[in-house]
């Protein structure tokens, strides 16, 4: 149910976090694999979020909220990693975003619906500048709608400074 949004006068933009921002290159062991019960250590791949190295669109990342735009983080990470992000940026001399929308403890559903329905029904697709990502199922079915920036193209062609 698409709730009543009012127009902004600035559009916001969205930028995705894990692989997009952040690097998971040394925290993706812990997806590729599973373990001994079959399943995924997702925990431990959010817990090492700390420690992970920005990646180049943190720059543009940086050009927007200096600019004076709306940034906001749209993530698949769950709330209880809220802090741990603000941590991160700060680690790395970022301001915080001026929002995250992150997922609910008990939110499984997949990344693609989870992102559509905070896009749609919390912040509505009229007042998006553009978002950047780095999963092509959302690049590619979000691209229809609004403005999706390839984050895994910009962090080829990009360095971070």
Do not use: C
């Not at 959010?46 to 735009?69: C, I």
């Not at 007042?127 to 979000?142: A, E, H, Q, S, T």
């Amino acid at each position: 149910m698409k709730k009543n949004l009012k127009k902004q006068e600035t559009k916001v933009v969205l930028f995705d976090l894990d692989n997009t921002l952040i690097s998971h290159k040394d925290r993706f062991k812990y997806l590729a694999g599973v373990t001994k019960n079959g399943e995924k250590e997702f925990n431990a791949y959010h817990d090492k979020t700390l420690d992970s190295k920005p990646l180049p669109a943190v720059n543009l990342y940086k050009k927007e909220m200096d600019a004076g735009k709306q940034v906001y983080i749209v993530t698949g990470k769950g709330e209880s990693y809220g802090k741990m992000v603000d941590l991160w940026f700060k680690r790395n001399n970022l301001p915080v975003p001026h929002k995250k929308f992150m997922r609910n403890e008990k939110d499984y559903r997949k990344a693609m619906v989870f992102k559509n329905d905070i896009i749609t029904n919390k912040i509505g697709k009229e007042n998006i500048d553009y978002l950047i990502d780095d999963d092509k199922n959302i690049i590619r079915r979000l691209g229809r709608s609004i403005v999706v920036k390839d984050a895994n193209i910009f962090n080829k062609r990009h360095v971070y400074k």
